[in-house]
């Protein structure tokens, strides 16, 4: 079941890796939580849950050299992640069977150290008709004092993107 579900997995976010490439991810202005990398994780793990591309957008942080290659708009970024998705075989079936399945996601006190901070994450998923809880990490870097996903650690948006996911997501209990 594990290695289905890392398949699934990987199948699924290739999409979202590739798509990435064609927008950058800042915030225009801070909002109050935005400080917060608990609450900041917690909105990412649902705006993937909710296949919300526009907010991860904002959610999430690049490479510079990604970043110099993209252009500055969410709406180009959530048309590019769907389109990634919809050009991967099954994608976007693969995709909604496991964000569909996916509840109870939750986040605990990070672990702050400097500009990063590990948020411990976990979520219930319903595999094959069996319900597994998974515990991960979410990766996330101070960006002008708004907390975002930490994609800076790789100029492959692709590579990047499948490792964050799958920290994030975590494994089974």
Known sequence: MKK???ISLIIAWFALG???VHAQAHVPSAK???SDPKAQALKLYLAIQKQDWRSMYFLTLFSQTVR???PDDADAFATGVRSGINGAPDGQKTLD???NNLSE???AEPVVNGDKADVPTSATLTINGRVVTFKGTAHMIRDRDVWKWNLTFSDDTKAAT???LLALIGKPQ
Do not use: G, K, S, Y
Request: proline fraction near 5%; charge should be negative.
């Open 4 to 6: 289905t579900f890392r």
């Open 97 to 99: 069977d496991l964000l």
């Open 162 to 164: 499948e490792q964050a």
């Open 105 to 107: 996601i939750a986040v």
């Open 68 to 70: 110099n290659q993209m």
């Open 18 to 20: 590739a798509a990435c």
């Open 32 to 34: 109050p939580d935005v």
